[in-house]
């Protein structure tokens, strides 16, 4: 007696990821070294402008891809009176840490 499943898993597509044209372009960019969130969007706002994430997005995706680490942080000073922040380093992970 076969499974009623059989001749459904040959339809299933395999789940593409989101996000994979801004993944590239970022991964492309950090392999000549680790660069903070505000360079990796200019440079994307710069290369890229129609289609660049906004900073927020763009932060989630660094923290959420498999590709990329926090290497530090950088303490950044306002141009106001509010104070600074802190502006996170990304980097690349190493390749045996990806599981693919």
Same mark, same amino acid.
């Given at each position: 007696?076969s499974?009623?499943?059989?001749?459904?898993d040959?339809?299933?597509?395999?789940?593409?990821r989101?996000n994979?044209?801004?993944?590239?372009?970022?991964?492309?960019?950090?392999?000549e070294g680790?660069?903070?969130?505000?360079?990796?969007?200019?440079?994307?706002?710069?290369?890229?402008?129609?289609?660049?994430?906004?900073?927020?997005?763009l +932060?989630?995706? $660094? /923290?959420?891809?498999?590709?990329?680490? #926090?290497? !530090?942080?950088?303490?950044?000073?306002?141009n106001d009176?509010s104070? +600074?922040?802190n $502006? /996170?380093i990304?980097?690349?992970?190493? #390749?045996? !840490?990806?599981?693919?």
């Open positions: 007696m499974n009623i499943f059989d001749a459904h040959d339809k299933i597509k395999p789940k593409k989101r994979i044209n801004t993944i590239n372009r970022v991964v492309k960019l950090l392999e680790n660069k903070n969130t505000r360079q990796i969007h200019a440079y994307l706002h710069e290369t890229w402008p129609r289609w660049c994430p906004n900073m927020r997005r +932060s989630n995706i $660094l /923290a959420k891809s498999r590709e990329f680490t #926090e290497v !530090g942080k950088e303490i950044v000073k306002a009176a104070g +600074s922040y $502006l /996170a990304w980097g690349l992970t190493s #390749e045996a !840490g990806l599981d693919n």
